[in-house]
């Protein structure tokens, strides 16, 4: 099994910064892209960032030039750097990763953790 766990969420300032972690862990072979998603209340979940294994990114609209995603393959881990955080910003964000749990298959499944809080106040 293949497990994903968030943290680093909390509240903060208008303006401020908070930096979100992923663990990835369990047995699998590799994992492919990753991202980070969020869904505030009354809303659907929405993109907030993804990176590839070759660590290209891919950034809402919302959050570029604020957001920053990275990661460490060596420890399985992805990271999104918030800074200049908006009440807009409050949500529920969900660690996403496509895994490859096989060397000798090439197919993929796609796992979420159980989410972390991030609210901003005004």
């Known amino acids: 099994q293949v497990q994903l766990v968030e943290s680093g969420g909390g509240l903060v300032q208008t303006g401020g910064s908070l930096r979100l972690s992923c663990v990835a862990s369990?047995?699998?072979?590799?994992?492919?892209?990753m991202g980070w998603y969020r869904q505030a209340p009354g809303k659907q979940r929405e993109l907030v960032a993804a990176?590839?294994?070759?660590?290209?990114?891919n950034y809402a609209d919302s959050v570029k030039g604020r957001f920053t995603i990275s990661r460490d393959n060596a420890k399985n881990t992805v990271y999104l750097q918030m800074n200049s955080l908006k009440p807009e910003d409050t949500a529920v964000y969900y660690c996403?990763?496509?895994?490859?749990?096989?060397?000798?298959?090439?197919?993929?499944?796609?796992?979420w953790g159980q989410g972390t809080q991030v609210t901003v106040s005004s």
């Open positions: 369990g047995r699998f072979f590799s994992i492919n892209d």
């Open positions: 996403n990763a496509e895994v490859r749990r096989y060397g000798y298959s090439s197919r993929t499944g796609d796992y």
């Open positions: 990176i590839t294994s070759g660590s290209s990114t």
